[in-house]
């Protein structure tokens, strides 16, 4: 079973870098950030408002 997957998805020649534009990596670092400041401090969000 594995060696049909691993045959499927990692073929010689076949790899093909994933084109991301440079906006949409500032986007996922800000979420990422976000998200982590939020899990470390929570008390963070609700003390500005």
């Known amino acids: 079973y594995f060696r049909v997957i ?3 998805y990692f ?3 076949a790899t093909e ?3 991301v534009a440079p906006f949409y990596k500032y986007v996922l ?3 990422t950030l976000l998200t982590l400041g939020l899990g470390i401090a929570p008390g963070l969000l609700q ?3």
Do not use: K, N, P, T
Request: aromatic content about 6%; hydrophobic content about 65%.
């Open 6 to 8: 691993i045959a499927m």
């Open 11 to 13: 073929r010689d020649g």
């Open 17 to 19: 870098a994933i084109q």
């Open 29 to 31: 670092l800000a979420a």
């Open 47 to 49: 003390g500005l408002f």
